[in-house]
T-cell receptor
């Protein structure tokens, strides 16, 4: 499968714990995005990488959230000191160019108890 | 950032009828407007997109229209089928990013 893959698909954690999600984009795509989606809402932009550079981060994003893409390939999204409000589906997407189609992964569903 | 509003939030149609979903955007610099379909438990997938240099684009039963002056664009699905039932999201770009509407749950009644 050459699509965008995310791991883990599901994560249940207790409030206050740290969690990390991984995204492997389509190999030739240099743009990588993280979105968050809650029930009944559209995907909400979190952050964006072009190659290894993090070019934009949503102002809504708490400093408990950090993302990396160290070698311009896979990316990780870490949430520290999780809160119940962090429960959501975290979607990763990649694209070969600016203002082009986003190819989404299946998402990582986070439940914070 | 870009503000994208989408209406209606839910839409039920009889099989064979048409469905129309409308979106407005705020950033006059936006020039790319895709529509994504998300089936239950699945990833969003692009179904059609339009760029600001055209006013309409059609792909079989799906069409999108764009009015840049009014800053709104619409998705039209004709001859709806039960497999069209899903949540549809519009989006508009700002620089390199896409901002999504809140979605429309379309139900096609057989």
């Amino acid at each position: 499968d050459t699509g965008v893959s995310q791991d883990p698909r599901h994560k249940i954690t207790k409030r206050g714990q740290n969690v990390t999600f991984r995204c492997d984009p389509i190999s030739e795509h240099n743009r990588l995005y993280w979105y968050r989606q809650t029930l009944g809402q559209g995907p909400e932009f979190l952050t964006y990488f072009q190659n290894e550079a993090q070019l934009e981060k949503s102002r809504l994003l708490s400093d408990r959230f950090s993302a990396e893409r160290p070698k311009g390939s896979f990316s990780t999204l870490e949430i520290q000191r999780t809160e119940q409000g962090d429960s959501a589906m975290y979607l990763c997407a990649s694209s070969p160019r600016s203002s082009g189609e986003l190819f989404f992964g299946e998402g990582s569903r986070l439940t914070v108890l | 950032g870009e503000n994208v509003e989408q209406h209606p939030s839910t839409l039920s149609v009889q099989e064979g009828d048409s469905a129309v979903i409308k979106c407005t955007y705020s950033d006059s610099a936006s020039n790319y407007f895709p529509w994504y379909k998300q089936e239950l438990g699945k990833r969003p997938q692009l179904i059609i997109d339009i760029r600001s240099n055209v006013g309409e684009k059609k792909d079989q039963r799906i069409a999108v229209t764009l009015n840049k002056t009014a800053k709104h664009f619409s998705l039209h699905i004709t001859e709806t089928q039960p497999e069209d039932s899903a949540v549809y999201f519009c989006a508009a770009n700002r620089a390199n990013n896409l901002f999504f509407g809140t979605g429309t749950r379309l139900t096609v009644i057989p």
